[in-house]
């Protein structure tokens, strides 16, 4: 399968599910799927709480996707124009020099359960650690299925927050490490908090406090990295690509130097990864807290990736907590979710992993690169023009007509873009 679709984006939705169903062998009756009605009012409700309706988002595929030598389409929801075609060209930019290579640590998230009121912390540590491999092979048989996956717990750890006379008074956390396999692992993670918690107070002679998994999975990461050459850099307004390359090493410096720059720079790597992430079904919040607080683990913000200027080519690097999952949690009811990940050929939680970093890095590379070149409003612009030619009443073929004109005499305003409809309007025959 290749994920290069040329004209995609000209054609309407009807033909592009026409071309995605040919590309994936998908038949064009199941991208029914992607039809908002698919999630039924009872699947609705039954995955919150007072459910009045149901909410929908454009879903789109991000095209010329090469991740490990893969061609992937990669699934994603999102609000904001612009961050597809973003993601569609820094993947194409890429593609030209092998496009994505990826590493991703095992599959391992973090559950705490807090420990207090202890009096002696060193005796307390000293008693739970005597105990550490019983207390594992224990743990262990309390999530047996997940065992047999090939999972489970795989290490336990004590750290001290507090001790006494500190105000705290004697406190610990007792930190499960747990190989989750193809689940995000929430509610195993939780499940087994919850059910060592008593085992471990007796041990600390201790009270039980908050038994729950830690969204800072610093030991689930993904890496993912792409070189790009001079010739991909270039465009109408900078045709040399060495000078692109340099700015966008500097537009990465500049983020490595300053939080104002890194919060916003990260948050464009954060429009592709979300954008995969909600079209999958995941838990976008945890995976949103657990970058920021790794972006923060020296002490200061940081990019979570960065560009360098090898002399010759630019190289990006992105590392970040990737706690996503292939099964459970919203796939087991949502189509749509179940869909995307069928879409881009999906099958286990580390290769969602690396598609929703790979969708980061580009979307950061192309924000970079528009920013260092022509700036950023002009793309938006024309995306924006044609939102605004659709609301002015465009349709088929006149919303590129509408929106090229509002793009060009610089007022994309629902106003100009009435009028511009109304003079492409035959006028009324007399009668
Ligand atoms: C807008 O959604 C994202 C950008 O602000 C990212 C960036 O500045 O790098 C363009």
């Known amino acids: 399968m290749s994920s290069r679709i040329p004209g995609f984006y000209k054609l309407s939705v009807a033909e592009r599910r026409q071309r995605i169903s040919h590309a994936t062998g998908i038949p064009l009756d199941a991208l029914s799927a992607l039809d908002a009605v698919a999630l039924s009012q009872e699947a609705a409700d039954g995955m919150i709480e007072n459910v009045i309706g149901e909410y929908a988002l454009p879903f789109a595929v991000a095209l010329n996707f090469v991740i490990d030598g893969h061609a992937r389409l990669v699934p994603m929801a999102v609000e904001e124009a612009s961050v597809v075609a973003a993601a569609s060209n820094a993947a194409k930019m890429a593609s030209g020099t092998g496009g994505f290579t990826t590493e991703a640590t095992a599959p391992i998230m973090v559950g705490q359960v807090q420990l207090l009121d202890i009096a002696n912390v060193d005796a307390a540590r000293d ?16 999530v047996p299925r997940l065992v047999e996956r090939g999972g489970g717990p795989v290490d336990l750890t004590v750290r001290e927050l507090s001790r006494p006379p500190m105000p705290d008074g004697g406190m610990l956390v007792v930190h499960w490490h747990i190989d989750c396999r193809d689940a995000m692992g929430a509610n195993l993670v939780n499940t087994l908090c919850e059910r060592t918690a008593d085992r471990l107070a007796g041990l600390a002679k201790a009270t039980v406090g908050l038994r729950i998994l830690s969204n800072y999975s610093d030991e689930r990461t993904v890496t993912v990295r792409c070189r790009i050459a001079d010739a991909a850099l270039a465009n109408d307004d900078v045709p040399d690509g060495a000078v692109v390359r340099r700015a966008v090493a500097s537009a990465s410096r500049f983020a490595e130097l300053d939080p104002y720059r890194a919060t916003t720079h990260n948050k464009g790597i954060m429009n ?7 079209a999958t079904g995941q ?16 002490g200061a913000y940081r990019p979570l990736a960065v560009w360098r200027d090898t002399g010759t080519e630019l190289h990006g690097e992105l590392t970040m907590p990737m706690a996503v999952g292939a099964v459970g949690g919203a796939l087991l009811v949502h189509p749509g979710a179940r869909m995307a990940l069928s879409l881009s050929g999906l099958t286990t939680a580390t290769e969602l992993a690396t598609v929703a970093a790979a969708a980061g890095l580009a979307t950061n590379l192309a924000a970079l690169r528009a920013l260092a070149t022509e700036g950023i409003q002009r ?17 088929g073929a006149m919303v590129e007509t509408i929106a090229s004109a509002l793009a060009a005499s610089g007022e994309v305003k629902l106003e100009r873009a009435r009028l511009l409809m109304s003079d492409l309007k035959p006028p009324m025959e007399p009668t």
């Open 272 to 278: 592709g990864i979300d954008a995969v992430l909600l």
């Open 127 to 142: 008693a739970i650690l005597a105990q550490k491999a019983d207390l594992l092979a224990w743990a262990r048989t309390i």
């Open 379 to 395: 793309g938006h612009m024309s995306l924006h023009a044609r939102a605004v030619a659709r609301a002015a009443g465009a349709t």
């Open 283 to 298: 838990d976008w919040r945890a995976v949103e807290a657990g970058a920021h607080a790794f972006a923060s683990r020296s």
